[in-house]
């Protein structure tokens, strides 16, 4: 072994060679700090969100092959890239030289919103091509699993990977021989498709063609390096770190014989999350690098051997070509594992994770031991005492010593045997996302029943997520041998595994009852393929399969994504410069796909700037009793340490109702709540001391965390909120039948893909600071700040660019971070920068209120309801923030889109001890617009009638009143329903669905469609005024600023459109640079779908201002320039500078007599979603949805496509898979991608169709458009209830007529376990062992809940 030795690698074509390399660095930190490459962007740091995706290149000197894969650049140690090239999405293209294809196609398309996520995405799809570059869609959208985008629903992102497809007009998947595009699909119509009555959103012909000559080359010098340079150990030696790199095995022996506690670093996705989440600490750290006999692939007679350093993705590919080339009877295990690895994790885990890395691991959610030990594979040791083989089996699964690797021994490589005839192996799993998530459950199974006989002569049952590790179903399958395949076997071995795999209550990740019902229907599964392939291989011993069965041993709805749009072009007669109207790509597009586009901690690091920390509170409900700074304050690096104490007589600021602490260092109320906040010289430092800070608690009585709890202790905020209309108590008295029911609704997290951020930086003089920060509301960030350092307000001034993603997170606490960070840069006088990662933003920042709906329902037996009485219930967590204006707003969008004569709904704010709730895309609505449409449906239940009959019914018709007695003309909520069913197929779909469910048993369809209704407006005049200023300088050029925070929506986009419309001059000859509290003062809130709307019409009041001023000089000479008329202006002394002002619609709301005019106008729409669910495991897919929408004149279709699409696929994800789970103590344990799912690629739904209705209406909005920022969030209710209408019909089917209840999320769990069948019966738990759980975990103190490390936070989850 060497020295220290030398870093050598590549980013983007250029040599870098590190002398003194810290060993502890990922690649992130090492591009975005030192190399200032900031387009790689921070999203989870946990592999789980791709933002970080860059291209990582190897030359192999062996094969003289370069292999380009994906990579997650948080999870990379740079001292694993020697030899390495990196191209990080500047390397690809930028707008100073050459964009390239894929940027220029993902902006072109709208693939980019907020565009934080768009550089991941854009490394994704430029890997795939530089591999293949005609990629199928199949390749296309698995490379995207492993990129998550919380704005644009993915759709239009799929459109610009179509383009690089050969074929890219449809959906490229022949069921029966017949296409998407082909006539009648399952003898429906065909869809009307977009571009043959509306014009595209993008040109395909304009697009730059893919040139793969024109990319960056593999660099020369590094090939040589490879070839030429003597390969021998590299050591790193760092602060408290060494990095060993052998290169031959031998060498890694020796080390491993000297640092056998040392882990083998390969892909780094098992140690790396260790190390950054549970704190694990490694001195020593050897990865070996490029060792041959690590990447052996070897066919022998007996099987496969396949090397522990080949990645998932090369496993993936061998299996491939072997399952091609051999007979399939010899590959049922390797089609098996195949299986499994287009699941597991996204692309560029399977690119950096290593087979031996994933096998030593040992991972209870492992997907592929179990398939590996049922496979009965071999593991190849070496160690310095030589060679030996142990079988991949139960023993060295639960790690038994004897069964074990020894200290000093690696793993060479596996065996994988073929399989024989007569034996069948099969893989299963589910998880709360199709892709790219942990399995809840999953196994391998394999059964040899010897040449004929149907008699079992070897069965193995493996699973995982049931235990700490892998589980063997050992006794069982022994007992079982000797028994022929039929159901009474089926019968004994369902009862058998459930006794051996017990899954006590205390089991690893809760939902125990599902796990175990998923443990049995996963064989039931695997009995049915059995018995079918049976049946094909002698049809006469072997009866098979009922037909109705089949459809069970299916994939879900599989075939590839596409969708329309329609919208209605602009005027023939309008001016072709005039750009309103018109699909005008987002204006920061290109440079999102570029990563040019600069955020928040974007911006570079400043002389002398410091890195603020927070330390939480622990504890939901506790007072403090010590806080001990002295450990944290002695560490290196550490400036100060900001307590209560600091921040006397400023500690608090109100922003709406009630003033908010900042540091809470006396009671803390909720856990993440702010108790300090330790200040040093880098976030490393900061972050290494604020885990130092000791607190000590005395926890307090009562923890009230749900909603029931609240009402039993009275736990509310003050301000209940109460609307009646008509007379409820006495239309109870009339109606034909009165139900009664409730239904939950869970939070949601914002999950914005750019964590909370923010830079203070003090001037020098006059107490001036600048604040650059990520938020929704520079306004009140200057006025937080201002009080807090006790400075008026005109000295602080707050500046942001844009934003990645808010969705109403960005808003309150936002502002105590910043005021917070302002008082130490004020403190210290230098710049402090704060960060939040992505745990602890989740943690702190709160979400959407959780929900308890209940509702009394008086109706006549054709449907028509006469009286409703709602209550409404949101946890409003610790603090109130805006709780009580999110209760409000759903006690007033309670009716939805229908009349109720009689109708009374309250509203109750719960005071707990969760992280206080806020505002979240919608504000309420989501939540009140679930129960309504639930109740609905229950209503449409009892009278025997679908719900869309019910819903039609009692919808508002042309001219009438809301309960709150604001007029509304419902003539275009009519017409989106009708344009839907019609759109939809509604009526003919609904046969197709209940004909697929009478011919299939363990899978059902359901349709479901609902109507939106959503008003418009803030409830207040004021809170809508909006203002914008305009420059025109002398050489005619035009600047814009307004109030308005660009936050993905496109609104910089939409206001230089209304200035290039009212100036009459080309869009490129407006710029706007972003919003700042020194150019248009007291700008209101970016929010409530409104802020294209109001400044909007200020950009268009200074600009007529402008132009009114001018207008004799453009007479004087029409043929002039812009540039000519601005010099003539100035030179007559005629301002070029114009403010401009909306005061805000007439908007008012009287609580006290339930009347008002709160909303100044409404958005109508509708939705029609179709699923189909696997009744024996939960999972659900979004076969179609079509939507249309009223919104008027459209500013920009392209735009407000992306935010309908967007939206829904925001609101699918709350009503369906997003789910946070707290432990009993209040303790979140979703904090990251890994726990909390939000939707992925694969969760959008194969056919995806929205519409515009032609806009009718005039009004007096920016120029007849209609705000859409929020609406299509509840829309995503239709596959809640589309789902609902599947379970239905499996219920049915079981004959069980009674009631429904399902909550949201409707998860694979709910799904699951409301498809009752024996499976869910023998899954049943006794009341004891159900109880076990909460009695072990009340066992576990508060305090070590809360610092858990997460893995173990997993396995607790789920409670
Ligand atoms: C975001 C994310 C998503 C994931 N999703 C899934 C999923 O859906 N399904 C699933 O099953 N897994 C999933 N995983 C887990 C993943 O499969 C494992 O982390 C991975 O396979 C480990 O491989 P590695 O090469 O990165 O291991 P490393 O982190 O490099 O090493 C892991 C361990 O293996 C040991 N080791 C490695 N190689 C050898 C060797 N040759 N000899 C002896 N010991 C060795 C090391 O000492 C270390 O202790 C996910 C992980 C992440 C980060
Ligand atoms: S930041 Fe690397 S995957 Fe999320
Ligand atoms: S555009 Fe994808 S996260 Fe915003």
């Known amino acids: ?45 946990g592999g789980g969100c791709g933002a970080c995706t860059v291209m990582i290149s190897r030359y192999n000197p062996i094969t003289k092959r370069i292999r380009h894969y994906p990579a997650n650049a948080c999870l990379l140690p740079i001292c694993s890239l020697h030899g390495a090239a990196v191209t990080t999405v500047e390397g690809v293209g930028s707008t100073k030289a050459r964009i390239h294809p894929v940027q220029e196609r993902v902006a072109k398309c709208h693939g980019t919103q907020c565009g934080f996520c768009t550089p991941g995405m854009v490394m994704s799809i430029y890997t795939l091509l530089r591999n293949h570059p005609e990629p199928t869609l199949d390749q296309l959208t698995d490379a995207l699993g492993g990129n998550l985008c919380r704005c644009t629903g993915y759709r239009p992102i799929i459109d610009a990977c179509k383009t690089f497809c050969k074929t890219s007009g449809c959906c490229q998947s022949k069921e029966n021989g017949v296409c998407c595009l082909d006539q009648g699909i399952n003898e429906l119509p065909e869809f009307e498709e977009g571009n043959k009555t509306s014009p595209k959103l993008f040109s395909e012909e304009e697009f730059l063609p893919l040139d793969p000559t024109q990319e960056l080359i593999f660099p020369p010098e590094l090939m040589i390096m490879a070839e ?342 602009v005027d023939p007669k309008q001016l072709p ?162 139900l009664e029911g409730e239904i939950h609704m869970g939070g949601q997290e914002h999950f914005y893909m750019e964590t909370q951020s923010m830079l203070a930086v003090p001037k020098g003089e006059d107490q001036e600071m600048d604040v650059y920060v990520s938020s929704q509301f520079p306004k009140y960030i200057q006025a937080i700040v201002a009080s807090t350092l006790k400075v008026p307000a005109n000295k602080i001034m707050c500046h942001v660019k844009r934003l990645g993603g808010a969705f109403g997170g960005k808003v309150t606490k936002t502002g105590i971070l910043a005021a917070i960070t302002a008082f130490a840069a004020n403190k210290h006088g230098r710049p402090v920068r704060c960060i939040l990662e992505r745990g602890e933003d989740m943690l702190i920042t709160g979400g959407r209120h959780p929900y308890l709906g209940k509702y009394k329902a008086g109706f006549m037996n054709d449907g028509r309801i006469l009286a409703l009485d709602v209550e409404h219930y949101c946890n409003g967590g610790a603090t109130l923030d805006e709780s009580l204006f999110v209760l409000e707003t759903g006690v007033l969008k309670v009716d939805n889109a229908y009349k109720f004569p009689n109708l009374r709904c309250q509203g109750w704010a719960c005071k707990t001890n969760l992280p206080s709730n806020t505002a979240l895309r919608g504000f309420g609505f989501p939540q009140s617009g679930l129960i309504t449409e639930n109740c609905i449906t229950e209503v449409a239940a009892k009278c025997g009638l679908s719900p869309e009959k019910v819903r039609m019914m009692n919808m508002y018709k042309e001219i009438d009143q809301t309960p709150y007695k604001q007029e509304i003309d419902a003539t275009n909520l009519i017409q989106c329903w009708k344009e839907c069913m019609a759109t939809s197929s509604y009526s003919l779909r609904k046969v197709a669905v209940e004909k697929f469910n009478s011919e299939n048993y363990w899978k059902k369809k359901g349709l479901a469609m609902v109507p939106l209704k959503f008003p418009v407006g803030f409830g207040s005049t004021a809170a809508c005024q909006a203002a914008a200023l305009v420059h025109i300088y002398l050489d005619g050029s035009v600047l814009v600023t307004h109030g308005g925070i660009e936050m993905g929506q496109g609104v910089h986009t939409k206001m230089i459109q209304v200035a290039s419309r009212e100036l009459r001059m080309p869009m490129s000859n407006v710029h706007l640079r972003g919003t700042s509290t020194e150019t248009v003062p007291n700008a209101n809130v970016s929010g409530a779908s409104l802020v294209a709307d109001l400044n909007g019409l200020a950009v268009k009041d200074a600009c007529q201002t402008l132009l009114k001023r001018l207008e004799p000089i453009i007479s004087k000479n029409p043929k002039g320039t812009w540039k000519d008329w601005a010099q003539a202006a100035f030179d007559e002394s005629i301002s070029l500078s114009a403010t401009g002002y909306f005061r805000g619609y007439e908007t008012h709301m009287n609580w006290e007599t339930g009347e008002g005019h709160p909303f100044a106008y409404f958005v109508f729409g509708a939705a029609c979603s179709e699923v189909e669910i696997d009744c024996l495991t939960g999972a659900h897919k979004n076969i179609r949805t079509d939507i249309v929408m009223d919104i008027g004149h459209s500013i920009n279709p392209a735009l407000d496509v992306g935010q309908i699409e967007g939206a829904f696929i925001q609101g699918m994800g709350l009503y369906t898979i997003e789910e946070l789970k707290y432990s009993p103590q209040g303790v979140l344990f979703t904090r990251g991608p890994d726990q909390y799912k939000i939707p992925a690629v694969s969760d959008v739904p194969t056919e995806l169709h929205v519409s515009f209705l032609p806009p009718s209406q005039n009004s007096n909005t920016l120029y007849s458009s209609k705000g859409l920022g929020e609406p299509g969030v509840f829309l995503g209710c239709s596959v809640f209830f589309a789902i609902h209408d599947a379970v239905r019909a499996a219920r049915q089917e079981r004959g069980l007529l009674g009631p429904l209840k399902l909550d949201s999320p409707l998860t694979p769990e709910k799904i699951r376990m409301a498809c009752e069948d024996k499976f869910t019966k023998m899954g049943e738990m006794t009341t004891l062992t159900a109880a076990l759980p909460t009695v072990l975990l009340s066992w576990i103190p508060p305090h070590s809940q809360a610092v858990l490390p997460k893995p173990l936070l997993v396995l607790l989850a789920f409670w």
Not at 239 to 263: C, F, G, H, N
Not at 374 to 400: A, D, H, M, W, Y
């Open 228 to 569: 030429k340079q003597p390969q021998r150990t590299r050591v790193f030696v760092g602060d408290r770190m060494t990095w060993i790199s052998p290169v031959t095995l031998k060498e890694l022996l020796e080390a491993k014989v000297k640092y056998p506690q040392a882990p083998i670093v390969m892909g780094n996705t098992s140690v790396g999350p260790e190390v950054r989440f549970k704190g694990t600490f490694h001195p020593v750290i050897i990865s070996p690098d490029c060792i041959e006999e690590l990447s052996v692939v070897n066919h022998a007679d007996d099987g496969l051997t396949l090397g522990a350093g080949l990645s998932l993705a090369q496993v993936k590919e061998i299996l491939a070509e072997v399952i091609q080339k051999l007979p399939e009877e010899k590959t049922q295990t390797y089609h098996a594992v195949w299986k499994h690895l287009g699941t597991l994790a996204g692309c560029q885990i399977r690119n950096m994770a290593s087979l031996g890395g994933h096998i030593v691991s040992r991972h209870l959610d492992s997907d592929l031991n179990p398939l590996l030990a049922v496979g009965n594979c071999t593991l190849n040791l070496l160690s310095k005492e030589g060679e030996r083989q142990i079988p991949l089996n139960e023993q060295f699964l639960t790690k038994c010593p004897s069964a074990d690797l020894k200290p000093g021994e690696i793993l060479v490589s596996v065996n994988i045997p073929y399989s024989r005839k007569w034996e069948f192996v099969s893989a299963f799993r589910q998880a709360q996302r199709q892709q790219n998530a942990l399995a809840i459950v999953n196994s391998g199974m394999r059964v040899f029943f010897g040449e004929g006989g149907g008699i079992i002569r070897e069965l193995s049952i493996a699973y995982g997520g049931v235990g700490p590790t892998t589980i063997c179903a050992k006794n069982s399958c022994q007992q079982l041998i000797g028994r022929p395949w039929n159901e009474e076997m089926l019968d004994a071995a369902c009862r058998l595994i459930l006794d051996e795999v017990s899954l006590p209550g205390w089991a690893p990740g809760g939902k125990v009852e599902f796990k175990r019902t998923l443990v049995i229907s996963f064989f039931f599964k695997f009995y049915l393929k059995v018995s079918q392939i049976l049946k094909t291989m002698d049809p006469v011993r072997y009866p098979g399969l009922a037909d109705k069965y089949e459809s069970a041993l299916e994939d879900l709805h599989s075939r590839n994504h596409w969708g329309t749009s329609k919208y209605q072009d």
């Open 577 to 738: 410069q005039d750009p309103i109207g018109r699909p005008i790509m987002h204006l920061s597009g290109i440079k999102h796909t570029t990563g040019e586009a600069i955020y928040c901690d974007d911006m570079p690091v400043l002389d002398g700037e410091l890195f603020l920390a927070f330390v939480t509170s622990s504890r939901a409900h506790a007072e403090i009793v010590s806080i001990d700074l002295s450990e944290a304050l002695s560490l290196p690096g550490v400036v100060d340490i900001v307590t209560e104490e600091d921040l006397r007589g400023v500690n608090s600021f109100c922003l709406l109702i009630e003033p908010e602490k900042l540091l809470e260092t006396q009671e803390v109320s909720c856990v993440g709540q702010l108790v300090c906040a330790v200040v040093a010289d880098s976030e490393v430092q900061a972050k290494r001391a604020a885990k130092r800070v000791k607190i000590v608690y005395q926890d307090l009585e009562p923890v009230i965390l749900t909603i029931e709890e609240a009402i039993r202790h009275h736990s509310f905020f003050q301000g209940e909120r109460k609307l009646e209309y008509g007379n409820v108590d006495e239309a109870f008295k009339v109606v034909d039948q009165i």
């Open 1 to 45: 072994m060497d020295g220290a030795a030398e870093l050598v690698f590549c980013v983007n074509g250029r040599k870098v060679i590190e002398k003194n390399v810290d060993p502890e660095t990922m690649l992130l930190p090492y591009l975005r700090k030192k190399l200032q490459l900031t387009g790689t962007k921070y999203g989870c740091g």
